[in-house]
């Protein structure tokens, strides 16, 4: 793992058809990983952050509404799109992390030949997969509202930013 980077943070407001999270914001690591990405599960795991899996991102907007997710690019690159219509889009490439609250809408745009990322759960919690105009925005907003703050860091653990920005 490098230094610790400095964590940028996004917030994403209810765009009425992806609730996104009043409270909390994204957290983008750039470049946490960039000396082994292909590390990224083993250090969520490490940090209680588990259930995890390493494949793609939907390339259709969607959302947990019952857990938080942490995303670790291991090869290639993703141009992502948070919040929903409306949204950000980020570059993200191998060595990159980004921490989602409950309820934030992603979904992919493009990825390279090579694209694979991990994703984690805090404490492994199970999550639901919530689509954009699916009818359960608003039982999502009350789910969004019960997920507990994680009690650690996916990346640094006991003494990461998470436990700054989401308090």
């Known amino acids: 793992m490098s230094e610790k980077p400095s964590a940028q943070t996004f917030y994403f407001e209810d765009n009425g058809s992806i609730p996104n999270n009043p409270n909390l914001p994204v957290i983008l690591y750039p470049e946490a990983l960039i000396d082994k990405p292909e590390w990224c599960e083993s250090v969520f795991n490490g940090n209680a952050w588990r259930n995890?899996?390493?494949n793609g991102v939907f390339n259709y907007a969607h959302y947990h509404s019952n857990t938080h997710e942490v995303l670790?690019?291991?090869h290639g690159s993703i141009l992502i799109q948070l919040g929903g219509e409306g949204g950000k889009s980020f570059d993200l490439k191998a060595g990159d992390v980004i921490v989602l609250p409950a309820g934030t809408g992603h979904k992919r745009i493009t990825a390279s030949d090579d694209f694979r990322i991990v994703g984690a759960y805090p404490d492994g919690m199970d999550y639901n997969t919530r689509?954009?105009?699916?009818?359960k925005h608003a039982s999502s907003m009350q789910e969004i509202a019960e997920v507990p703050i994680p009690r650690t860091?996916?990346?640094y653990g006991d003494n990461g930013p998470l436990l700054e920005y989401w308090k």
Do not use: L, Q, Y
Not at 131 to 135: I, K, R
């Open 153 to 155: 860091d996916p990346v």
């Open 52 to 54: 995890s899996w390493e």
């Open 131 to 135: 689509n954009e105009n699916d009818g």
């Open 72 to 74: 670790g690019v291991t």
